[in-house]
């Protein structure tokens, strides 16, 4: 919301679905179609948790949510995705600490892809 009302300060911009929040900031420049397409595919994967009651995500689909990310130009230090599911669980103990990579390396391209787009920077904040 807050990349949008830098170009939009109507009050249809809270009603708008997350896929096209996401189109307008690619349709403004404001983020590249390659983050476009992570932030939903993480988003839908988000909705689960939310609309889906007792949903309990395996390993396998937490490492599979991570290619997927990486296969975006999502850029994780360690490529968590392309490591086998087995590596990738020992070195970052499993579900929890792979979606904490997740978190880290997306939260970090929406801030870098801010700072691109208007200057604003979350890494000193």
């Known amino acids: 919301i807050e990349f949008i009302q830098l170009r939009r300060q109507d009050d249809k911009i809270y009603r708008l679905s997350f896929p096209d929040k996401v189109d307008f900031l690619v349709a ?6 390659g983050l476009r397409d992570a932030l939903v595919d ?3 994967w988000r909705n ?4 889906v009651f007792g949903h309990n995500p395996r390993f396998d689909d937490v490492h599979a949510l991570a290619r997927q990310l990486e296969a975006h130009g ?9 490591q086998p599911p087995g590596e990738a669980a020992a070195n970052y103990g499993g579900e ?8 880290w390396c997306l939260s970090f391209e929406v801030a870098h892809a801010m700072m691109d787009a208007v200057g604003r920077d979350l890494f000193s904040a």
């Open 74 to 82: 999502i850029d994780f230090n360690d490529s968590v995705g392309y």
């Open 96 to 103: 929890l600490g792979v979606l904490a990579e997740i978190l």
């Open 48 to 51: 689960d948790f939310a609309q």
């Open 28 to 33: 403004e420049g404001m983020i590249q179609g």
């Open 42 to 44: 993480f988003n839908e």
